[in-house]
Structures are given as C-alpha cells and as structure tokens.
C-alpha cells in the first residue's frame, strides 16, 4: 500500500494520537531518565558546532514536530547545560498533521519564540534560515528511501542558498533493534502502530528502517546532489535493550520485557528479579558486524546483571568477560555504597537503582550508531559558508 501524505495526516489526526503524545503513562522512567537524556546528549552534540562568540540566537527547526516534544527537551537542555545556555533559543515545529499542530500551537501559545505549522516534508520549499533542523521521535521513518532523499535536499538546497553552517539531525527507526528481530529481513514494512487502534484494528502505518551504511549512503547522496560541503557524519543508537516493544512484544513477542524489568529497577517500591534482565536473545541473520556487536554488549551487559545478583546474593551465570572503562567500577561502587546503609531491608533498593544507571551508561556510552536501537539519529554536519 502507497502511503500518501493524505494517509499519514489521517493516522496523526485522530484524537487518540494527540491523547497518546500527552499522555502521562507515555513517559514511564526509562524515558524520562535514559531516553530524552540521550536525545538532549544527541542535539547537544549538534549545537556545540557553534561558535557562542559568534551568535545568541540559535534557530532550530524541528521536522515532525507532533505535540513539540522537540521543544521540551531543548528548553530543557538550554536551562539546564551550562555550555549551552547563553542561546537564545528560536524554535519553528513542522508537522504534517493540523491536529498535533493545533495542539502544540495551543499548548506554547505563551511563548513568543516558538512556532508550529502544518507543512508536509516531503513537498516544503524552505525560505527561512535555521542552524539547526531537528528530528525525534523517529518522523523520517514515515517516508520511504525516496521521499527521504527528497526531503533532506530540500533543506540541504535551503542550507546552500543561506551559505549556512549548519546541523542536521535525522531520527530513523534502527533496522537491527531486538525488538522486532523477526522482520530484520526487510527494510520497510507495516509497523501498524497499536495506540493508533480504531475499533480493536490498528491501522497500517508503514514505516522504513535503517542500517547506518543506508542511512549515511542517502544522507551523502543528498549533500553530493546538491553540491554542499559535508564536514562531519555521527551516529548514535537510542534504547538498545530498552526499547518500547520490548515491552509490547508487538512484533517480537519472544523478547523478554526488558523496558518493563528496567522500569521496575527504577521503581523503589518494586522488588525486580534480576534474572529477567539476563539478555538472552537468539539472534538471526544480519551482517557480521551486528552479530559481534550484540555478542560483546550481551556479555558486558549480563556480567553487570550477575555482579548485582552476587551482591544480593543471587547466582547469575555469566562470562567473565572486559568490561569497558566506563562501567568497570561498578561492583565495588555498589559495595562502598552500601556500607554507609545500616538497614540491610534498603540494600536491595539501592542495588537496583545502581544497576539501572550502570546499563544505563552502557548503553549509553557503548552505543556504536550501527541501527541495533529503536533509534537511530544521523548527524550531518554542513558548511555551505564557502560556496
Ligand atoms: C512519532 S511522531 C513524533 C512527534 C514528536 N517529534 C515527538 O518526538 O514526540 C512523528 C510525527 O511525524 C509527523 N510526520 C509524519 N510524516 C510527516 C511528513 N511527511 N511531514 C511532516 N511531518 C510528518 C507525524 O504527523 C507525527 O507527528
């Protein structure tokens, strides 16, 4: 099935899509604590370009904007970070649905250096210069490979008329995420979206997924076609173990609810059996380097898990493998800590939020921009100041 701007509109414009993006449920504590931290760490990495001498006002256009969940975190982000906050920050949000666009213009309406409007990608003529053009929540992955290409040389096309430097983020669902192993074969299906259900059928929304050779293959193409100056390409894996249909098993419904176990480690009145975080997922074909990624992730991850167990004095199996610099401490953190506790009862509790932190940096931290996430954030950096 063709999915036409039309279809996509429809899907967005149902009042449940709007419900579910402000939904409080939607944001359980593995989003709040591991996944709009990486996403903040990701824009972050695509300001710091910038020379603060030069400029204090930073516009940032955000592609697939829904309920400007973009704007919350970059607000968030210009608080809070010190190496950040003296932008001042100029925000326009495109989407391609009116309602989440009424939404989001209804919910800033306060706020006069923001802005949203309806607009679809795919057929945008840019005027407007921005330093940064933003995605999240995965708004790329609606188009197909074409409709891509199409999209980012438009705004690449824009970058080369304002002779801008300039950042350009695009979030994409990662083809090799666990958590829909059995579809690792095909590079764009229906990923019919469950909370998108009108009477008990969810409606097909087909989606593309991405390596990251595919996605910088198309990401080049687009700077080549168009002539303009690449400086730089990163890539970065969001949710790796964490994912959202961990939990659903939608399409993959062997998968052990890792989010869910993770959401109940953070969780200080849950007890969570740590067991159920061992990652024991029989892997199927997919390039080497995918393979050796998940291979050497699993045993740095289950050597963590077994290390918490021991300390509580449950017996999890695991190789003895090297674990990299940035988690290495961990038994011993865990040890220290718990000598200044003197109930033993709140052992576990803080066993359990220092597991969740320390996968949390692991994957952080070891994420290598391969696909093997929900996410998969593109970073092109442009320097068309020369043309
Ligand atoms: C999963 S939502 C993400 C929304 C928001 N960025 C967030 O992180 O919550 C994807 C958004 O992309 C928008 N979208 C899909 N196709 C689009 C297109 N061709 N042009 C503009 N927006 C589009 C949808 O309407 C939807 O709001």
């Known amino acids: 099935m063709k999915v036409t701007s039309d279809r996509i ?22 989003k709040i604590e591991w996944e709009e931290p990486f996403s903040c760490f990701v824009f972050k990495q695509a300001i710091k370009l910038f020379d603060k001498t030069k400029k204090d006002k930073l516009r940032v256009l955000d592609v697939g904007s829904g309920t400007g969940d973009g704007y919350v975190l970059l607000s968030k982000l210009f608080l809070e970070d010190q190496e950040i906050n003296n932008y001042q920050l100029d925000y326009f949000g495109i989407d391609i649905s009116p309602q989440m666009v009424k939404t989001a213009n209804d919910l800033y309406a306060d706020e006069n250096h923001v802005k949203f409007e309806c607009t679809d990608i795919r057929t945008t003529n840019f005027t407007e210069a921005f330093d940064i053009y933003l995605s999240c929540g995965v708004p790329y992955s609606h188009l197909t ?22 950042a350009v983020i695009v979030d994409v669902l990662g083809r090799y995420s666990i958590e829909w192993k059995p579809k690792w074969g095909q590079s ?18 087909w989606m593309s997924f991405y390596s990251h050779e595919h996605l910088k293959e198309i990401m080049k193409k687009v700077a080549d076609d168009v002539g303009c100056p690449v400086e730089k390409f990163e890539f970065f894996d969001r949710s790796i173990i964490v994912g959202r249909h961990t939990s659903t098993g939608q399409f993959n419904p062997n998968l052990p609810k890792y989010r869910s176990f993770i959401n109940s480690l953070l969780d200080p009145l849950e007890k969570t059996e740590l067991s159920q975080l061992v990652f024991q997922v029989e892997l199927n074909s997919a390039p080497e380097h995918i393979l050796e990624f998940f291979k050497k992730f699993s045993g740095w991850w289950n050597l963590l898990v077994s290390q918490a167990g021991a300390i509580l004095g449950e017996s999890i199996e695991a190789e003895l493998v090297e674990l990299p610099l940035e988690v290495r401490g961990f038994k011993a953190e865990v040890e220290k800590e718990l000598q200044q506790i003197s109930e033993k009862h709140l052992y576990r509790e803080k066993v359990e939020l220092m597991l969740a932190e320390v996968l949390r940096k692991l994957e952080a931290t070891q994420q290598p921009g391969y696909g093997v996430g929900h996410d998969l954030f593109g970073v092109m950096w442009l320097d068309a100041t020369g043309l």
């Open 9 to 30: 509109k429809t899907v967005y414009d149902k009042s449940n899509a709007v419900e579910h993006y402000l939904s409080k449920d939607r944001r359980d504590s593995v």
């Open 145 to 166: 490979n074409e409709e891509l290409h199409k999209a980012l040389k438009m705004i690449v096309t824009n970058i080369c008329k304002h002779r801008s430097r300039c």
């Open 188 to 205: 764009r299906w229906d990923y019919a979206m469950s909370f998108f259900e009108s009477e008990g059928h969810a409606e097909p929304t």
